[in-house]
């Protein structure tokens, strides 16, 4: 019994050993292999996003290789205009630079006097903060500002990369079933069939309807400080659009560059709170009572689990692993669904019991 035990237990140790050196050596390529991997991954992600009007075109017997056209023209386009004009912002935010910052020492240092902190303090508080961004790959906003303004064409190279991936991946997104089909055959093929299904409706419902709901909150953002006459105000559009797909984080952080831009343009404290509290009632009608409407129930993620993945792939890939975060999640989510093995895995993921 007792060597019973002990062959049990030593099973149990070489199948985790197994299981964290499959997770370290998955680590070190992904991380390895990023100037690959997060091409192709937004690539991937364009693509479940795209599923949505590709589908709608299909209900209207268009061909597929029409539809790949019509939808890739308008991206291209979409990304032309829009990158165009956020060029120009960008360009005109980066000249302003150095005036922004100066106006920000000087309210910095009136507020600094009430704690009894040094402005010579403060500005080594602020140099550790900029190298534990440039440590973890997140560029300090000055020098990310500096390269979006350099040359715009610059980015459609950058961008002509993860277009031309897409096309082939749209493509190839009707041939794969009947492949998968012939390589494993009718009886093997199936739950492979059905876990894909599963991961791609799951997946491309959460990313159409995030891009609408992203779309929303970004127009009501740039039209809200339009009216108001904040400067920029398509630029910080943009990005609250973007950074309405990384969660729990992402709102917050879109609301407080216009708001310090508000403070050291207009130097009013009201005018400030007011765009604050603008910007925050549209991230909550639109994210705790739109967002919940709209997508049902989700992807069903834990709260915890979305926090460590954000954590996990923000640092494995910056910004783009933001983004790419709850989508790679819940595929991974799914995927263990599949499997006796790592059903307790998924269960562990999961929001609700």
Do not use: H
């Not at 364009?46 to 299909?58: D, K, M, T, V, W």
């Amino acid at each position: 019994m007792d060597k019973n035990k002990q062959r049990i237990l030593g099973f149990g140790v070489v199948k985790a050993a197994a299981w964290v050196s499959l997770v370290v050596l998955l680590t070190v390529i992904f991380k390895s292999l990023d100037f690959l991997l997060i091409p192709f991954s937004i690539s991937l992600l364009f693509c479940y996003a795209l599923g949505i009007p590709l589908e709608f075109l299909q209900r209207f017997k268009v061909p597929s290789s029409v539809r790949i056209i019509i939808v890739v023209c308008f991206i291209i386009a979409s990304f032309y205009l829009l990158g165009r004009m956020v060029s120009l912002n960008v360009k005109e935010f980066y000249s302003q630079l150095p005036v922004l910052e100066e106006k920000f020492w000087i309210y910095a240092t009136s507020i600094l006097d009430l704690v009894n902190i040094t402005p010579d303090e403060a500005r080594e508080m602020y140099d550790s903060l900029v190298q534990s961004f440039t440590a973890i790959d997140l560029k300090p906003i000055g020098v990310m500002a500096k390269k979006l303004s350099g040359s715009f064409f610059s980015f459609l190279g950058n961008m002509f990369w993860v277009i031309l991936i897409m096309i082939f991946m749209l493509a190839e997104r009707d041939n794969f079933t009947p492949r998968i089909v012939l390589a494993l055959g009718d009886e093997r093929s199936e739950p492979v069939l059905e876990a894909v299904k599963r991961i791609n409706k799951a997946v491309q419902s959460y990313l159409g309807l995030k891009t609408l709901i992203s779309l929303l909150t970004g127009f009501l953002v740039a039209v809200s400080l339009a009216l108001l006459q904040i400067p920029f105000a398509l630029l910080w559009g943009v990005l609250a659009f973007l950074f309405n797909f990384i969660p729990n984080i992402g709102s917050l952080i879109s609301v407080v560059p216009p708001v310090a831009i508000t403070l050291f343009q207009f130097g009013s404290f009201s005018k400030a709170f007011l765009v604050a509290v603008i910007l925050v009632a549209i991230q909550v009608i639109v994210g705790n009572f739109l967002e919940p409407k709209i997508m049902g129930k989700g992807l069903n993620l834990s709260p915890l689990v979305v926090l460590l993945s954000l954590v996990f792939w923000g640092w494995m890939w910056g910004i783009p692993g933001m983004l790419l975060s709850v989508p790679l999640t819940a595929a991974f989510k799914i995927a263990c669904e599949q499997l006796d093995s790592t059903r307790p895995v998924a269960i562990l993921m999961s929001a609700r019991k």
